[in-house]
């Protein structure tokens, strides 16, 4: 079904919004529009990626107008270290936007992980582009079946719910949500941030996880944030690793 960018326009007003039919992936268009001087918030998104990115050097596999695929400018103050907590915040704007616009409810698997049902149902990545932030948001939206070697991992928020679910609201909700919890940063500090995921992500504390890094595997059980945002680990030993990145799995 067509997108309906005239809509999401008169319920974004102000808001600088470019959505392309395909493009090979929304963060190359931000990078782009970046370089160019594009306004904070400025947003990029597509019907289709051909090379969609993912975390840890993955694929975003985005079908053709089934899912959310785009890219959100920040330009926040000192970005560089504040690009965890920048993270976790997405991933709260992103859980109440689907609550908000599908009634269904997602868990935050850290860092920036959507879940619902023990799925994937969306994903975030983060970058640096010189001074600027670019969000890179994908929610698997209307998808009915998925390439093999993800079926086990992702579903989407119409196999969810069990009904189609519109792309336009879910944008506009997206994109209020983004600008309260990216605000919060500055307007209540990074700790109001660290205390709403805390409250908003089982995988927080108390779960036991495996953290697949590039050389090594770590178990153990999770013990909160640090206050930049990282998460903790408690090892078998007793010892209290932080994790700064890889990929967090349930054991
Ligand atoms: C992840 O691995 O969980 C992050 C996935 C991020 C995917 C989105 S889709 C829009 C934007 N463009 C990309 O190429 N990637 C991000």
New binding site residues.
């Given amino acids: 079904m067509g997108f309906d960018l005239d809509w999401v326009r008169r319920h974004c007003p102000g808001r600088n919004l470019v959505w392309l039919e395909q493009t090979?992936?929304?963060?190359?268009e931000a990078e782009r529009l970046v370089e160019a001087g594009c306004p904070a918030g400025t947003v990029v998104?597509?019907e289709a990626?051909t090379?969609?990115?993912?975390?840890?050097g993955?694929n975003?596999h985005?079908q053709e107008g089934a899912?959310?695929?785009?890219?959100i400018v920040l330009k926040p103050d000192l970005a560089l270290n504040l690009l965890p907590v920048i993270t976790l915040a997405l991933g709260l704007a992103v859980q109440e936007a689907v609550v908000s616009a599908t009634g269904t409810t997602c868990d935050l698997k850290w860092p920036?992980?959507l879940m619902a049902d023990g799925r994937?149902c969306?994903?975030?990545?983060v970058e640096m582009q010189g001074r600027a932030v670019i969000a890179?948001?994908?929610v698997n939206v209307n998808q009915t079946t998925f390439p093999p070697e993800l079926s086990s991992l992702a579903t989407s928020l119409r196999v969810v719910t069990g009904k189609p679910q519109s792309r336009e609201q879910l944008l506009v909700a997206l994109l209020h949500s983004i600008d309260h919890y990216v605000g919060l940063i500055s307007t209540e500090g990074r700790e109001a941030v660290l205390r709403l995921y805390t409250l908003a992500s089982s995988y927080v504390r108390g779960r036991r996880v495996a953290v697949e890094q590039e050389n090594q595997t770590l178990t153990g059980t999770t013990d909160g944030l640090d206050e930049a945002g990282f998460l903790l680990l408690r090892a078998a030993d007793g010892r209290r690793i932080t994790i700064r990145a890889g990929g967090v799995r349930p054991v």
């Fill in positions: 090979t992936s929304t963060m190359l998104g597509a990626q090379a969609g990115r993912g975390r840890l993955r975003w985005s899912g959310l695929y785009f890219t920036n992980d994937k969306a994903g975030i990545l890179g948001i994908g």
